[in-house]
């Protein structure tokens, strides 16, 4: 089975632009989850999609949104780009529930904002 | 905030040694998950224990819970170069639906 891919790999945005990240899941996986990981705050869950409905979201404002389609592919989007939103943002699939289930993470999109 | 806390926070030893990591965490949980990222790349799962579960193995993993504690350990036997990186632990709290926390982990060196 293929993995969990995750484009693009590496990112450079300016400051008050905006991001579209995108995950596609291992085939057959209908949970998607979005986790962001700094230095200072470690890995911190962003939301999670199930058949197409956001399921969970994590403390992180309205500047931070995602969807997921038919075929279980994700896309986060981050508007108004934050100095502080440098980061390597993780997507994970899992066949249901993440926390019942091993997460299998894609390889990260690495995000730079100057 | 992180539900879990992995101590230490980075552990260096020598090739051939055994190396614990502990993960503390502050709510009752379902399931608890240890996971090892090598530099700036994706998570790898390594074991998944449920709270009904004590303890479990997985070839040179060795994984603990004690859910009185609140607490979890990870031992990784004969270490060996290719083990250096960062291992975390995830809890899923009763009552989160289901999502992971995670810990800030443990940064293992091990040298050759």
């Known amino acids: 089975k293929a993995g969990v891919t995750q484009t693009p790999r590496y990112l450079i945005k300016t400051r008050g632009q905006q991001v579209t990240l995108s995950c596609s899941p291992i085939s057959g996986h209908r949970s998607v989850s979005w986790y962001q990981q700094t230095p200072g705050q470690g890995l911190q869950f962003l939301f999670e999609?199930?058949?197409?409905?956001?399921?969970n979201k994590g403390n992180f404002p309205g500047r931070f949104s995602g969807r997921q389609f038919s075929n279980s592919r994700s896309e986060m989007n981050v508007s108004t780009l934050e100095l502080g939103d440098s980061a390597l943002y993780l997507c994970?699939?899992?066949?249901?529930?993440?926390?019942?289930?091993?997460?299998?993470f894609g390889p990260g999109t690495r995000l730079t904002v100057t | 905030s992180q539900q879990g806390e992995e101590d230490p926070q980075a552990l260096s030893i020598q090739e051939g040694e055994n190396a614990t990591m502990n993960c503390s965490y502050k709510t009752s949980i379902n399931n608890l998950q240890w996971y090892r990222q090598n530099s700036g790349r994706g998570l790898v799962h390594l074991i998944l224990?449920?709270?009904?579960?004590r303890e479990k193995h997985s070839g040179r993993l060795r994984v603990t819970l004690d859910t009185s504690k609140k607490s979890s350990s990870l031992l990784i036997t004969a270490s060996r170069a290719a083990d250096t990186a960062s291992y975390f632990c995830a809890t899923d709290p009763r009552g989160s639906q289901g999502n992971l926390i995670f810990g800030k982990g443990t940064k293992l060196s091990v040298k050759p």
């Open positions: 224990i449920r709270s009904n579960e």
């Open positions: 994970a699939s899992s066949p249901t529930t993440p926390s019942s289930y091993e997460q299998y």
């Open positions: 999609y199930f058949s197409e409905t956001q399921r």
